[in-house]
């Protein structure tokens, strides 16, 4: 697919990208001490009109006003009936330049649509069955302990893992390792100390830990590193050339980009370089706006993944949370219900860094966008609404 193809494409949820700006925004916090930069005249907002279609007036004034309390800047993409892209922010506190409008990020979870997408094509061409055992595919990293759990099963997080081994479950805590390696094969022995979980297939329980493993199955099953099975399946073919699995532990973001900060022991710092070999397929892709627009449609348009294998990503399973609400995830997405309308698409956060792709499944309203949130892991409906909801008004 081409870059010019980028601006007709996806669509988003209310509540995905509700839930994610405003946890991307939701928290005030004191910009750093040094005050001049606080205080520095904030660059207007760059909005601008592709096509006719979504509030463009709304969405300009979401994005207006930053650096905020809540982010320093944010690039926002809206597309289907319609197209809209806007910017805002600065680059750096430092500096002040104006936000990049095509910046690379870190996507965070949103890398789970790609290593779905992979894992469909794989079992597409035989390679992979979706309901058998990951055990056969990866023998000896589960002790007999562990009950056969299918691929399918670790797709849709009823796999039943606990948590894999991690550097901390706080920015405060992980930032101490930022420049640490933990492999894939480490996450998971940390899986396997704490023991079984539930019953595989029983209960949906989001965590990273089985994208971790799908990861080593895709190098199983392809003889390949993960991160070049991303560039020659999905990458390449999509001409998605803003985006890669960092390799060797690679803490940069090479390319433009704005500077992510987040708070840390009291302090605003700037959190843009860190190792993030512990989220491996599950959350370590560096992208862009443009970049995940085109995912979303050509995904949705069945050009990524096989139509049979596509319509089952939409296939949420017949069992509960960990809350005892219903499931509402996929094989690589979550399914949200906005204003009556179904949207499917994924939130992702990393320190500094949080993102929203999300679609509605005939394209006809399309979100994507990055905020660099002082609080990428924080909470707030209220600034959702900020950038979510104006994208939903036409």
Same mark, same amino acid.
């Given at each position: 697919?081409?870059?010019?193809a980028?601006?007709?494409?996806?669509?988003?949820?209310?509540?995905?990208?509700?839930? %994610?700006?405003?946890?991307?925004?939701?928290?005030?916090?004191?910009?750093?001490?040094?005050? +001049?930069?606080?205080?520095?005249p904030?660059?207007? %907002? !760059?909005?601008?009109?592709?096509?006719?279609?979504p509030?463009?007036?709304?969405?300009?004034?979401?994005?207006?006003?930053?650096?905020?309390?809540?982010?320093?800047?944010?690039?926002?993409?809206?597309?289907?009936?319609g197209?809209w892209?806007g910017?805002?922010?600065?680059?750096?506190?430092r500096?002040?330049?104006?936000?990049?409008?095509h910046?690379r990020?870190?996507?965070? !979870?949103?890398s789970?649509?790609?290593?779905a997408?992979?894992?469909?094509?794989?079992?597409?061409?035989?390679?992979?069955?979706?309901?058998?055992?990951?055990?056969e595919?990866?023998?000896g990293?589960?002790?007999?302990?562990?009950?056969?759990?299918t691929?399918r099963?670790?797709?849709?997080?009823?796999?039943?893992?606990?948590?894999?081994?991690s550097?901390?479950?706080?920015?405060?805590?992980?930032?101490e390792?930022?420049f640490?390696?933990?492999?894939?094969?480490?996450?998971?022995?940390? !899986?396997?100390?704490?023991?079984?979980?539930?019953?595989?297939?029983?209960?949906?329980?989001?965590?990273?830990?089985?994208?971790?493993?799908?990861?080593?199955?895709?190098?199983?099953v392809?003889?390949?590193?993960? +991160?070049?099975?991303?560039?020659?399946?999905?990458?390449?073919?999509?001409?998605?050339?803003?985006? !890669?699995f960092?390799?060797?532990?690679?803490?940069?973001?090479?390319?433009?980009?704005?500077?992510?900060?987040?708070?840390?022991?009291?302090?605003?710092? #700037?959190?843009?370089?860190?190792?993030?070999?512990?989220?491996?397929?599950?959350? #370590?892709l560096i992208?862009?706006?443009?970049?995940?627009?085109?995912?979303?449609?050509?995904?949705?348009?069945?050009?990524?993944?096989?139509?049979?294998?596509?319509?089952q990503?939409?296939?949420?399973?017949?069992?509960?949370?960990?809350?005892?609400?219903?499931?509402?995830?996929?094989?690589?997405?979550?399914?949200?219900?906005?204003?009556g309308?179904?949207?499917?698409?994924?939130?992702?956060?990393?320190p500094?860094?949080?993102?929203?792709?999300?679609?509605?499944?005939?394209?006809?309203?399309?979100?994507?966008y990055?905020?660099?949130?002082?609080?990428?892991?924080? #909470?707030?409906?209220?600034?959702?609404?900020?950038?979510?909801?104006?994208?939903?008004?036409?």
């Amino acid at each position: 697919m081409s870059r010019t193809a980028r601006t007709a494409p996806t669509a988003l949820t209310a509540r995905t990208a509700a839930v %994610a700006v405003a946890a991307a925004l939701g928290l005030g916090l004191v910009l750093p001490s040094a005050g +001049a930069a606080a205080a520095a005249p904030h660059p207007r %907002a !760059s909005c601008v009109t592709l096509a006719p279609g979504p509030d463009a007036a709304a969405l300009c004034d979401a994005v207006s006003g930053l650096p905020d309390d809540g982010a320093t800047a944010a690039q926002v993409r809206v597309g289907g009936h319609g197209a809209w892209l806007g910017t805002s922010g600065v680059q750096d506190l430092r500096s002040q330049a104006p936000a990049s409008a095509h910046g690379r990020f870190r996507a965070g !979870s949103t890398s789970k649509v790609v290593t779905a997408s992979l894992v469909l094509q794989l079992a597409a061409e035989g390679r992979i069955g979706l309901d058998r055992p990951v055990q056969e595919y990866l023998p000896g990293l589960f002790p007999a302990s562990f009950a056969p759990m299918t691929v399918r099963q670790l797709l849709n997080h009823t796999s039943g893992l606990r948590p894999g081994a991690s550097f901390g479950d706080t920015t405060e805590e992980m930032w101490e390792h930022r420049f640490d390696t933990l492999t894939p094969r480490e996450v998971v022995a940390g !899986s396997v100390a704490a023991g079984p979980g539930p019953a595989p297939g029983t209960v949906q329980r989001y965590s990273n830990i089985h994208y971790v493993v799908l990861g080593l199955l895709v190098e199983a099953v392809t003889g390949d590193a993960f +991160a070049h099975q991303a560039e020659v399946r999905v990458f390449r073919p999509l001409g998605m050339r803003d985006s !890669s699995f960092p390799v060797n532990g690679d803490p940069r973001i090479h390319g433009p980009h704005n500077r992510g900060y987040e708070r840390i022991d009291g302090r605003l710092t #700037d959190v843009t370089e860190w190792n993030m070999t512990d989220r491996f397929a599950a959350g #370590d892709l560096i992208s862009s706006t443009a970049d995940l627009e085109t995912l979303m449609v050509s995904l949705f348009r069945g050009e990524l993944v096989p139509r049979p294998y596509l319509d089952q990503m939409f296939e949420i399973p017949d069992v509960r949370n960990e809350e005892g609400e219903e499931a509402t995830i996929g094989l690589g997405l979550e399914r949200f219900a906005v204003g009556g309308r179904e949207i499917w698409g994924k939130t992702g956060s990393r320190p500094g860094y949080h993102t929203v792709v999300a679609a509605t499944r005939d394209l006809s309203r399309t979100v994507v966008y990055s905020v660099n949130s002082t609080d990428a892991r924080g #909470d707030g409906n209220a600034i959702a609404q900020r950038f979510a909801f104006p994208a939903f008004n036409r």
